[in-house]
């Protein structure tokens, strides 16, 4: 391979799981996929409606969007506690690009540092591997006091532990990053997912004392809103960052298509689906998570967000540490179902597996049975 940057990215994680899938797809009763966090369910009517009307669009849509975009945005994340200006709102190709080219946006240097939790989305670290930047994956600040990183990735709730960081973390955390004038980018597109502790944005007054300076908050539509097929996310924080993140998108030609645009302004106009969404998760996790935990898995986190991070443990009751995520994979492969090795996050996640609740009632009922069978 010729290309230094795609010879320095690892091969796609997923592709590891086609055996596994393979022989879960085997199951006479069919593959239950509680892998990848796809959704599955119906995209809300207003947002197909809004695409629809908006279907007659011969013109270039603008990065910005109409000032009903950004509002709309604002509106979100007011009903949330954090009260945002609609010019420090930024409408994004869904997520993880976002994630991606953020260090390359915020021109990072080779061997600046990016500070990402222990057991984390591996796209923060291929951000990182991008802009060619150094990576230190902790959940502990102590560890990094000395450290001096030019971006911090906080996620809470957690994608793929579930686990939700109280207001005293993140602010210790925010706090810490500003002394040292990083950018803080959190990630909250599980934050309407909260089901044990609340979970509140880096954008809260109670997080940041009503000063967004230096802090970027990610959200997506994709969970919310089952728009994942339509790849619509924003961030907003800090006027001055998301102001220069937009010029350079402007360059580079990366604007989300005005119907989905209009889609966004319609959906974050009101929080019914958010709450139809919340209830059909919650049923699920209500039904799956005592169905692993019957059939010995231990649930570790998971306090929020579409995740159960389960393991067969602990072997080492004093460590902590569980069985080797492939067993667990293989184990459940057998039984038909699907899941994302922890491994996949770091190695920290390595005794960990990640079961999805993004399937449907029939599926998830389908798991159930068949743990109950496996006992």
């Known amino acids: 391979m010729t290309n ?36 599955v369910d119906d995209t809300p009517a207003i ?19 109409p000032p009903a975009l950004r509002a709309s945005i604002a509106g979100y994340l007011g009903r949330r506690g954090a009260t945002v200006e609609p ?20 021109a990072l240097q080779p061997d600046d540092l990016i500070i990402i939790p222990a057991t984390a989305y ?31 990735w906080l996620n809470s709730p957690s994608n793929p532990t579930g686990r939700i960081l109280s207001p005293d973390q993140l602010k210790a955390w925010v706090d810490w990053a500003r002394e040292r004038g990083a950018v803080v980018a959190s990630d909250e597109c599980y934050l309407d997912f909260a089901w044990d502790a609340p979970a509140l944005s880096v954008l809260h007054p109670d997080i940041c ?33 998301v102001a220069e993140l ?29 709450r139809v969404q919340q209830e059909r998760y919650r049923r699920r996790r209500e039904l799956l998570r005592p169905a692993l935990e019957q059939a010995g898995f231990r649930i570790d986190h998971s306090e929020g967000s579409l995740y159960l991070w389960a393991t067969q443990g602990p072997l080492d009751q004093s460590a902590g540490i569980g069985d080797d995520c492939w067993k667990s994979v293989d184990r ?7 899941v994302g090795p922890g491994a996949f996050y770091g190695t920290a996640g390595d005794d960990h597996v990640r079961v999805s609740l993004t399937a449907s009632d029939e599926r998830i009922e389908a798991a159930v049975h068949r743990l109950a069978a496996d006992q």
């Open 209 to 241: 004392g009503g000063d967004h300076t230096g802090l970027l908050a990610v959200h997506s539509l994709s969970k919310i809103a089952n728009l994942a097929g339509y790849r619509a996310a924003f961030v907003a924080g800090d006027p001055t960052i």
């Open 246 to 274: 937009t010029l350079i998108r402007r360059h580079v030609g990366m604007m989300v298509s005005r119907p989905v645009q209009q889609a966004m302004i319609a959906l974050l106009g009101t929080d019914d689906h958010v």
């Open 4 to 39: 230094p940057l795609a010879a320095a990215l690892a091969d796609y994680p997923w592709d590891a799981l086609a055996s596994a899938q393979q022989r879960a797809a085997e199951h006479p009763d069919g593959i239950v996929d509680l892998s990848i966090g796809t959704p």
């Open 122 to 152: 591996p796209t923060y670290a291929v951000g990182a591997k991008v802009a060619g930047c150094r990576v230190i994956a902790t959940d502990d600040l102590d560890s990094v006091r000395d450290e001096h990183p030019k971006l911090v």
């Open 332 to 338: 459940l492969a057998d039984l038909g179902i699907l």
């Open 47 to 65: 947002a197909q409606e809004a695409l629809a009307a908006a279907g007659n669009s011969p013109g270039y849509p603008t990065v910005v969007g």
């Open 87 to 106: 010019g420090a709102c930024l409408a994004t190709i869904g997520s993880k690009e976002f994630v991606g080219w953020l260090p390359t946006q915020l």
